[in-house]
C-alpha cells in the first residue's frame, strides 16, 4: 500500500502505469490499499481504458483506500463523448475527497464510506453538472455523501441511465445540488443557501438551517418533511406524505404548477413560516398553528375558502434526527464509540470517517450482541405524559442463517441513577433477511406509573444488534444507517 500521483504522461487513460507516479517517482499503476492523488496544476484528464463488452460500462476497479482530487487539477475525471454518451470513471475507495472547481468530473462509486465534495465546476451545459455522481447499489453503494461546495453545480443520477443509491447526503454549501430521478436516497440534511432539485423519492427531507432554495420536480415525493428555515416549492405529483412541519422563516409553495398535489396530513406552521397554495391545487389543505396565532404566518390558499377554528385536542410529532456521532458505548457511558465493533457483549462501530454508519462485528456461523447508547433530554415543548417513537434504520449485509433482532431498551435518569424499569413497549424486531435499510419504530411509554416523562426528562436509549448466523457460512454484519426521535409537541 503506497501513495500514487496521476501525471498522465502517457495518455489520459488510468491502466497504464506511465500515467503514474509513486512515491520514489517510479511509474506505477495504482494497486488495492493505495492512496491515489490527482494533483493541483496537472491539466491532464484522466479516463478509464478498462472496458466491458458493454463499451460504455468500466469492468469493476481496483479497491483503493481513498481518492483524493486536489484543488487546482483541471484536467477533468470520466467523458462525455460527442454522441452524448457518459463514460464514467469508476471508482472503489474508502473515501473520496473532490477539492477543485476546476474540470468537469463525471464518476460511478462503488462500495465507498463516504465522498465529500468541497468545489465543483460550474455547468458545462446539456443538463449536466461540475460534478456528475453515480452509484452501485446494495452493499456497494456510496454509503454517505457531504456537498458544501460554495460554488458550481452536483448532479446525481441525472443523466440518461444512471443510477445512485446514497442512504445519507448532507447538504451545507451554497452551490447547485439535482438529485435525478435515478437516485435511491433515505435522508437528505439540508442546511447553506443554495438551490437543490429533488426529481427522487426521499424518505425524510430535513432542512436545517439557512435559507437553501428546494424545487420539488417530476414525480417525486417525500415522505417526511421538517423545515426548520428554507424556501420549498414543491412542483411534483408525488405525496408530501407524514406531517409536514415549516419553523420560523420557512415557506412551503405549490404555486409552481396548476396540477393536483396530494398532502396526506396537515402542514404544522410556526410563527414566522408561510404556506403558499393560491390556485388550490392540494385538495383538502389543512395546517395547523402551533404556539402562534392567523396572524403571526403568512397563508395564500386561495378565495372562497373557510377558516374553521378547532382546539388541536392531540398533540404534534417533531421528528428529529440523532447524529451517530452523539452514541456512546453502553458500559462506559461517556465513551464515545470505539471505531470498531468489540464483539460480543461490547460496543458497536463507528469509523472515524465523516458520515460513517454504525456497525456491528462480522459473523460466520456465530452470534453476538453489540450496543450503543444515546441520553435524551426531552425539550421544553414535550408533551408531557405522551409516548415517543424511536425509529432505526438498519440492516444486515448479508441474510444471517438464523433469528438476528434489532431491539431497544429506553430507562429514565433522575436524581436516583438509571431506573429499572423499560419503557420501551415494543419487542426486538426480525432483520435476519433485510438486506436493504429498513425503518424500524420502537414505541416508549410516557405515562408509566410512577415513570411518567415531562419536559426535562433524561431519557437513556440502549439499542443492540443480535445478529446470529449459526448453522450459515458467509460473512455479515449488523449496520445502523440512521437514528430517529419522534417527540410529541404540545
Not at 155 to 170: C, K, V, W
Not at 227 to 234: E, F, T
Amino acid at each position: 500500500m503506497g501513495r500514487q500521483r496521476w501525471s498522465g504522461e502517457t495518455s489520459g487513460v488510468w491502466e497504464l502505469d506511465g500515467n503514474w507516479r509513486d512515491e520514489a517517482r517510479a511509474a506505477d499503476m495504482p494497486d488495492a490499499g493505495d492512496d491515489v492523488d490527482f494533483p493541483a496544476g496537472n491539466t491532464v484528464g484522466c479516463e478509464t481504458g478498462k472496458l466491458t463488452a458493454d463499451a460504455d460500462v468500466p469492468a469493476a476497479p481496483v479497491a483503493l483506500a481513498s481518492l483524493t482530487v486536489e484543488d487546482g487539477f483541471s484536467g477533468g475525471l470520466g467523458t462525455f463523448t460527442a454522441q452524448g454518451d457518459v463514460v464514467n470513471l469508476y471508482v472503489d475507495a474508502d473515501q473520496i475527497d473532490y477539492e477543485t472547481d476546476d474540470g468537469v468530473a463525471y464518476l460511478r462509486a462503488k462500495g465507498c464510506a463516504v465522498m465529500n465534495v468541497a468545489r465543483a465546476a460550474s455547468s458545462p451545459g446539456d443538463g449536466r453538472c461540475g460534478v456528475n455522481l453515480s452509484t452501485d447499489s446494495g452493499g456497494d453503494r456510496l454509503t454517505a455523501l457531504n456537498l458544501m461546495h460554495p460554488r458550481g453545480s452536483v448532479g446525481i443520477a441525472d443523466l440518461s441511465g444512471e443510477t445512485a443509491e446514497i442512504p445519507t447526503i448532507n447538504i451545507s454549501g451554497n452551490g447547485e445540488v439535482v438529485l435525478g430521478a435515478g437516485l435511491t436516497a433515505t435522508t437528505l440534511n439540508v442546511s447553506g443557501g443554495g438551490t437543490l432539485t429533488i426529481r427522487c423519492n426521499v424518505t425524510t427531507l430535513n432542512v436545517t438551517g439557512g435559507n437553501p432554495t428546494i424545487h420539488v420536480e417530476g414525480s417525486a415525493a417525500i415522505g417526511s418533511l421538517n423545515g426548520d428555515s428554507g424556501q420549498i416549492y414543491y412542483n411534483s405529483t408525488g405525496t408530501l406524505g407524514g406531517t409536514p412541519r415549516l419553523g420560523q422563516g420557512a415557506m412551503l409553495d405549490f404555486s409552481g404548477t396548476h396540477h393536483a398535489k396530494t398532502v396526506t396530513n396537515p402542514v404544522e406552521m410556526s410563527a414566522g413560516s408561510s404556506l403558499k397554495d393560491p390556485n388550490e391545487t392540494v385538495a383538502n389543505l389543512r395546517w395547523d398553528l402551533n404556539d402562534c396565532g392567523v396572524e403571526d404566518v403568512t397563508l395564500q390558499v386561495g378565495r372562497n375558502v373557510r377558516l374553521t377554528r378547532s382546539s388541536l385536542s392531540a398533540s404534534s410529532v417533531v421528528w428529529m434526527t440523532v447524529p451517530l456521532t452523539m452514541l456512546r458505548c453502553v458500559n462506559a457511558g461517556k465513551d464515545a464509540l470505539p471505531d470498531t465493533a468489540e464483539g460480543a457483549g461490547g460496543s458497536l462501530g463507528l469509523a472515524d470517517a465523516i458520515g460513517s454508519l454504525v456497525l456491528g462485528s462480522t459473523t460466520n456461523n456465530t452470534s453476538l450482541t453489540e450496543y450503543a447508547s444515546y441520553d435524551l433530554v426531552l425539550p421544553k415543548w414535550f408533551a408531557d405524559h405522551q409516548d415517543l417513537t424511536i425509529r432505526l434504520t438498519a440492516r444486515v449485509s448479508v441474510a444471517r442463517a438464523a433469528s438476528s433482532l434489532v431491539d431497544l431498551v429506553a430507562k429514565r435518569i433522575d436524581e436516583a441513577g438509571l431506573d429499572a424499569t423499560d419503557l420501551c413497549i415494543t419487542g426486538a424486531q426480525e432483520i435476519k433477511d433485510t438486506t436493504t435499510l429498513t425503518a424500524f419504530d420502537f414505541t416508549i411509554d410516557g405515562d408509566s406509573s410512577g415513570d411518567e416523562l415531562t419536559a426535562g426528562s433524561v431519557v437513556h436509549l440502549e439499542m443492540a444488534l443480535d445478529i446470529c448466523d449459526i448453522g450459515g457460512g458467509s460473512d455479515g454484519y449488523g449496520e445502523i444507517a440512521l437514528i430517529q426521535l419522534g417527540i410529541p409537541h404540545k
